[in-house]
DNA sequence: TAGATTGTTAATCGATTAACAATC
DNA sequence: TAGATTGTTAATCGATTAACAATC
């Protein structure tokens, strides 16, 4: 039951499949399931999935498997998917607008408390709930409301001085879904990007492999 | 120049980052660049940048660098972003709009020829400057248009139902923005993921060991 | 030529897989 | 107990980094 100190990135990443996957497990009202079952079902090997749920507390039973419920849990709490905090939405187009949607229905950890953008054509409108603001009164909101996260949703050209603007507000942490990769100057910042035309590419690559 | 046979997931997934790096030189007119240069700006070593460009022909001199031009378009025919797919849209939500307009923004080797979506609500209207079409006429567009690719925005419970449907139809590769992780029973798809919340699970973690 | 920078081999590091003893 | 399945160590595999001779 005690903590491991260390868990690598490869497995951080894996944990939000396992975590779907026992969610959807714990739904069905399953209480035990194997690590071959679960390798079977999502794809890994029998021991990857032993050597990942190692990382951590021990969920698992010798010839029973892994309590569902509790291992889910764990895994929730790892992620940190049971907290709350709170994050504003830069650029309402129709991708910032699809991300404010996704994370108001899909919660993962982040409350949405703000959308901005500098078209005026867009401020003033409603999206999941929210009215859009403009960026005059970014300065204050984010002096009260004390966001912790910036999803960037605006153009390619904007990255820059937005990014400066939030971080000398104090702002460390980015979903980054413009095209743009911000290099951060700073080492205690978090960067998590979303490059749709990469995964595009890449997309392209193994298309243009299957068609030849 | 000879090409080398295998190139790597790994280096595959770095190729799109070195693209849009090489594209923004080409434009600003730059003719050569060094690994080093290219590593710093990109974050990686010079060591890999040189490993990855060794994967295919020789487009760096001994005591010179890299001609930004030419590996640029090299490293395009590889991904094959020098062709024109044709792909189909499923679900024209919020998430499927920006994808719409994204892919006809941001050329990377697709040409969207057709949007479906099951609403009525939905159907008819005009997205990226194509209508929106009803699933009955699915099978008549695939028949004659031949899409090789289908982009899957459509809500994570109609998932199979669609790609069941796609499949039947000889649609083989697969850009899947559902939850949903599609785990296809053939060998011959390709199945490009990009799972928001799993992304946002990810940096939750990442935010909630920055505050911590 | 001297300086720069690649191409390539060898060393290191980390992640995945295999194996099996421990134990429920 | 016998069968199942974990926890964990060792072996393998692959990717990254270091080093340096080749050469522009």
Redesign the pocket.
């Known amino acids: 039951m005690q903590k491991k100190q260390y868990i690598?990135?490869?497995?951080i990443r894996r944990l939000p499949r396992y975590y779907h996957f026992l969610k959807d497990l714990d739904r069905r009202g399953i209480l035990r399931v194997?690590?071959?079952e679960l390798a079977e079902k999502m794809g890994?090997?029998?021991?990857?999935v032993?050597?990942d749920?190692?990382c951590f507390g021990?969920?698992?039973?010798?010839?029973?498997?892994?309590a569902v419920h509790q291992l889910r849990e764990e895994i929730g709490s790892i992620l940190g998917v049971d907290r709350s905090h709170k994050c504003i939405l830069l650029g309402a187009g129709n991708l910032g607008k699809a991300i404010a949607t996704h994370i108001t229905n899909n919660f993962a950890g982040f409350e949405l408390s703000g959308i901005f953008d500098s078209s005026e054509r867009i401020v003033g409108m409603q999206i999941a709930g929210k009215q859009v603001l403009p960026y005059s009164e970014l300065q204050n909101f984010v002096q009260q409301q004390k966001p912790v996260m910036a999803i960037l949703c605006v153009p390619r050209s904007a990255v820059e001085d937005v990014t400066d603007a939030l971080y000398a507000l104090g702002i460390r942490s980015y979903w980054n879904f413009s095209q743009f990769d911000i290099h951060m100057k700073y080492k205690d910042t978090v960067v998590e990007n979303v490059h749709l035309t990469d995964s595009m590419m890449t997309l392209c690559y193994r298309v243009t492999e299957l068609i030849d």
């Open positions: 690598s990135m490869a497995v194997s690590s071959k890994f090997t029998a021991s990857q032993r050597q749920f190692n021990g969920y698992g039973q010798q010839g029973y498997g892994y």
